[in-house]
């Protein structure tokens, strides 16, 4: 079995994270789940995720390049799965504790300056607390997490160690 390289890896990162977008764009269009707004911050995490992945591919950068890129691979699925970790704790929590519904992730961005709404969206509102969709017992923010986690850990993995090219040592 041959050895995976690095373009390797990467490219199936970034075709991992285009696989999670085209699921939540189904998702949206195909059965009508609106995305909230940490959904969409989710959606932007994994968006930036894809385009790192492409950049580590298409970039092949030495060792000290791909361990720079490992690490940012890490810090942008870090970010992603904590805002996803985020919503997964609010489905979690009991009725009479979920915020009330807020402003759409539109307005907010348009209203408020951009600190202020940053922090109103990862405070997340009613309705991201409102579990619509499950597969083998994880919401999708949960399933997002392990995504994440997984893509991270292994981008960092892969872009530390993997050699360059398959006859590389």
Do not use: K
């Amino acid at each position: 079995m041959p050895e995976l390289t690095r373009r390797t890896v990467n490219l199936a990162g970034a075709a991992a994270c285009a696989g999670m977008m085209g699921f939540a764009l189904f998702a949206q269009h195909g059965l009508g789940l609106e995305p909230c707004p940490l959904c969409v911050l989710q959606r932007i995490a994994t968006i930036g995720l894809g385009l790192v992945f492409l950049l580590a591919a298409v970039a092949d950068p030495g060792r000290i390049g791909a361990r720079v890129m490992g690490i940012l691979i890490l810090i942008v699925a870090g970010l992603g799965a904590t805002v996803s970790a985020r919503q997964v704790w609010l489905q979690n929590l009991p009725a009479d504790q979920v915020p009330a519904c807020g402003p759409g992730f539109d307005y907010i961005m348009d209203v408020f300056p951009l600190g202020e709404a940053v922090a109103m969206v990862f405070e997340g509102s009613g309705e991201c607390a409102e579990v619509v969709w499950r597969f083998l017992g994880l919401s999708m923010p949960g399933w997002v997490f392990v995504c994440l986690a997984v893509l991270g850990l292994g981008g960092l993995i892969f872009n530390w160690r993997a050699p360059r090219a398959a006859s590389a040592a």
